[in-house]
Each structure stands twice: as C-alpha cells, then as structure tokens.
C-alpha cells in the first residue's frame, strides 16, 4: 500500500528557509511522478511544485518560482520541497502527491492519487 509521510513543518520567521521532506513507503519511488500543494487558512488546496519521476522535469506555481526548489532522491524513496525568503501566504498545511506511471506535468490535485497527511508551516512576521 502506498503511503507518503510529510515531515519538516513548523514555525519559521518571514524571510527565512525551510525543508519539507516526503517519504514515500512503496517503491520504486522511481515509477511516480510526484508534486506538492499546500492548504493556506481558509482557501482550497493549490499547486506549488511538481517533479517528474527522474527529476527531467520541474514545474513551480507562479507563486513560488525563484524561491522553492523540489527535488527527490529516488533510492531514498524522498521528495523534498526547499523554500527561502518565505512571505506570510507560504503558511499553510502541506501535502505531496504522487501518481504511478505519470507523465503529464502534475500540476493539478485531480492527477494525483496518493496524498500524504500534511505537514503544518507557519509563518511569523
């Protein structure tokens, strides 16, 4: 069964960095395309970045372009989210996503079938 564990949340200063880490439980990790979205307090879920499953591919909401780099390290089963200079509207739960055997861009929450749990990140001024 395929599960995705957020990890990496947490209170952070305006201005500052952060790393969220997604493990994901069945592999090959390699065979799933895999994005993040975030939950900001009282909006819908939306897209922030999405990978391809070797990494030839990244896409990034508008949003954050410039300051959000995902990544994966496909024999440690890890999608990562990096995120500096970080503006109050980052707040929100994040989630990653993925999809097997995918191979459109992954920017929508309808492509995706796996979802993790969500991994809070609050942002103070």
């Known amino acids: 069964q395929v599960q995705l564990v957020e990890s990496g949340g947490g209170l952070v200063q305006a201005g500052g960095s952060l790393r969220l880490s997604c493990k994901f439980s069945?592999?090959?990790?390699?065979?799933?395309?895999a994005g993040w979205f975030r939950q900001p307090p009282g909006k819908g879920r939306e897209f922030v970045a999405a990978?391809?499953?070797?990494?030839?591919?990244?896409d990034y909401a508008e949003s954050v372009r410039g300051r959000a780099t995902i990544s994966r390290d496909n024999d440690r089963n890890t999608l990562y989210l990096y995120m500096h200079t970080l503006r109050s509207e980052a707040a929100g739960v994040y989630y990653c996503?993925?999809?097997?055997?995918?191979?459109?861009?992954?920017?929508?929450?309808?492509?995706?079938?796996?979802w993790g749990q969500g991994t809070k990140v609050t942002v103070s001024s």
């Open positions: 990978i391809s499953r070797r990494s030839e591919n990244e």
């Open positions: 996503a993925a999809q097997r055997d995918y191979t459109a861009r992954g920017m929508t929450s309808r492509e995706y079938s796996y």
């Open positions: 069945s592999g090959p990790f390699s065979n799933y395309q």
